[in-house]
């Protein structure tokens, strides 16, 4: 492994602590926060291996979590169905072969989790969306998405189990709690 690709890594291990903290979060305006900070930092991590689109969809993921804080505001809802066909441009553009795709697939599955309304959907989803990144991180050597996308998994699904089970329960704010259920699927 090059100095470059040492930097790369310990730049990606950086980012997962952002993404894998994110799981511990009880509110969801949180949760994406962390989510967002982590992927800019997974989008340096992949400039530095040269991975141009995964560059473009980190910031596309970081720009859909901040817009789905609020799952009732219009605009940001907007802003992640908006993300859907910028993302098909910005593979087109930033075209590194048949793997991007795969990174497209994931960013498609990241988008149907930030639409969702209930953590228990948003994080199903979001475990879902862990396999194509883990195919991914596979492909371009990237021992950080690799490990995070397999923990980022069993995290979420740990929330899941003790959101069901009454162990743990997400927080919304007041003027949330009347329009939606935070464990609500």
């Not at 639409?115 to 883990?134: D, E, K, Y």
């Not at 596979?138 to 929330?159: C, D, E, H, N, T």
Request: glycine share 10%; net charge positive; aromatic share 6%.
């Amino acid at each position: 492994m090059t100095g470059t690709q040492m930097i790369a890594q310990l730049v990606g291990v950086v980012g997962i602590a952002l993404l894998l903290a994110s799981t511990l979060v009880r509110r969801r305006a949180m949760l994406l926060g962390l989510d967002a900070t982590g992927s800019l930092v997974m989008g340096i991590h992949w400039g530095i291996l040269g991975a141009t689109a995964a560059v473009a969809i980190s910031m596309v993921v970081a720009a859909m979590d901040i817009a789905g804080t609020d799952p009732r505001s219009t605009r940001g809802r907007a802003v992640i169905w908006a993300s859907i066909p910028v993302t098909g441009v910005l593979l087109v553009v930033f075209w590194n072969g048949p793997v991007d795709l795969i990174a497209g697939l994931g960013l498609l599955l990241i988008a149907l989790s930030r639409l969702s309304q209930g953590q228990v959907r948003l994080r199903a989803l979001a475990m879902v969306a862990s396999a194509p990144w883990i195919t991914y991180g596979v492909i371009l050597m990237s021992i950080p998405q690799v490990a995070f996308s397999m923990s980022y998994f069993v995290a979420m699904g740990v929330s899941i189990v003790r959101i069901r089970s009454g162990r743990w329960s997400p927080r919304t704010s007041a003027a949330d709690r009347a329009i939606l259920r935070a464990d609500g699927p």
